[in-house]
C-alpha cells in the first residue's frame, strides 16, 4: 500500500467573536428589564447541557452572576435527556466534565431525574419538566443553537430542543422522539413549546452562535414570546458560520476521534454523513473521546474503526442512547481492525479504481474542529486556486509506528 503525502491546511470561516462575554451576558439580561417581573429571594434553575459548548462556563457564571445582582437565587440543573446513562450523578459527572462544577458557575447543581407533568397539548403529546425545575421560581434556559444531525427546519437543536428534551431528562427524551416518528420536530415545538411557556414559569432564554473556529460567535436573550424567533434566527446564523469539510468529493476521511462532546451522533452528520453534501467514499473512525464513556452513538456512520475503539464502546450505553433517538442506525458497530495500517489497507482496497497513491484522503482530528486538517497532495491544485484554503506546511508522510498505528497528525502540534 502505497499512500499519498499529506499537507496541513489551513480553512478560513467567518471569525465573528465574542470579545467580551461577561459584559455582553450583562448587556443582554439588562435589556430584558427583568426587575419588572421578579422579586428578591425568588430561586432560578438554569440548564446546563451534555456538549462541549465554547465559554460554556464562563457564560453560565455570568448569567449567575447578573441574576444574582438582581437577589435572586440560582442554581443549575443537568438538562441532557437521557445522557450520563439516564442517572442524575451520571448527568452531574458530564456538567463537571465540561467545566461546570459549582465553583466554576458560582452556583449549586441540583440533580435529579424526576420529572413533573405539565400536560397533554394534544393527543399523543405530553410535556414534563424536570422537577427541580419546575419547583423553582423561574427557568432560565442557556443553549447553542446548530443544525440538528437527522432532520431540516426553521428550528433544530437550540433553545426549544433543550426544553422539550433537555429539561425533559429520559422521559421527555423518549417522549419526543418516539412523536417524531409521527409528527416533525417542528409540529412538536409549534404545539409543545407554547405550551410550556404557557405551563412554566421561563425568565428568559439564552441562544449561543459559535463560529467555524469553536469560539462564541454571538449569545443573544430573549423573553419567553421572543424565544421561539430566537431560536430560529440563531439557527440561520449558526448554518451560516459552520464549518465543513475542504472539498466536495473524497476518497477516505480519517476521523482521530469522535464522541458525543463533539456532537449528539458522535461524528456531526452535517460534516460527514446524511446531511452533508460532501461525497465521501469510506470513513475510517480511529479512537473514541474519553469524556463519551463508551457511548458511541454514531458509530454506526463509520465504514471502519479500530480495535482499541470497538474495545472501549459500552454497548449498553450506546443502545440505549440510539434507542432514545429512535436511530438505530447510529448504534451499528462497524467492522473493526487491529491497527490503522489494517484499517487504511481495507479502506484502499474498497475505494473503487483509484489507486492508493493518488487517493483523496482528509484527515481530521474530529468533526468540531476543522479549522487545520490534513489533505493529501492530490488536492494541492484545487487549495491553490482557493482563497479560503492556505497551505501550512508539508509535505508529510503518512508514518506508522511499530504496531502499525498511524504517528499522529501534524495539525495536533
Known sequence: MQLPALYKIHQSFDGQQVDDIPARVSEQIAALNLHKRIKPGQTVAITGGSRGIANIPLILKSVVDELKSLGLKPFLVPAMGSH?????????????????????????????????????????????????AYEADWVVVVNRAKPHTRFDGEIESGLCKMILIGLGKTEGATLYHKAA?????????????????????????????????????????????GLIALDKKLLAEAKRMMPKLPFNKIDVVIVDEMGKNYSGTGMDTNIIGSKSSVEITRVFVRDLHPSSEGNAAGVGFADMITDRMRDKIDLHATALNCMTAQAFAGARVPVSFPTDRDALTAAMATIGLTESHESGIVWIPNTLHLKEVMVSETFMEEVEARDDLAIVDG???????EAGNLVDAPFRH
Open 395 to 401: 509535505p508529510h508522510e503518512m508514518v506508522f509506528d
Open 181 to 225: 416518528v409521527n409528527y416533525s420536530f417542528g409540529k412538536l415545538v409549534e404545539v409543545a413549546v407554547p405550551f410550556f411557556l404557557e405551563k412554566a414559569n421561563l425568565l428568559f432564554g439564552m441562544g449561543l452562535v459559535e463560529n467555524g473556529y469553536e469560539e462564541t460567535a454571538i449569545i443573544e436573550a430573549a423573553p419567553p414570546e
Open 84 to 132: 450520563g446513562g439516564a442517572t442524575a450523578e451520571g448527568q452531574r459527572k458530564i456538567l463537571h466534565k465540561y467545566g461546570m462544577t459549582e465553583q466554576a458557575v458560582g452556583c449549586e447543581i441540583r440533580a435529579s431525574m424526576d420529572v413533573v407533568e405539565l400536560g397533554w397539548p394534544m393527543p399523543g403529546i405530553r410535556v414534563v419538566e424536570d422537577r427541580n
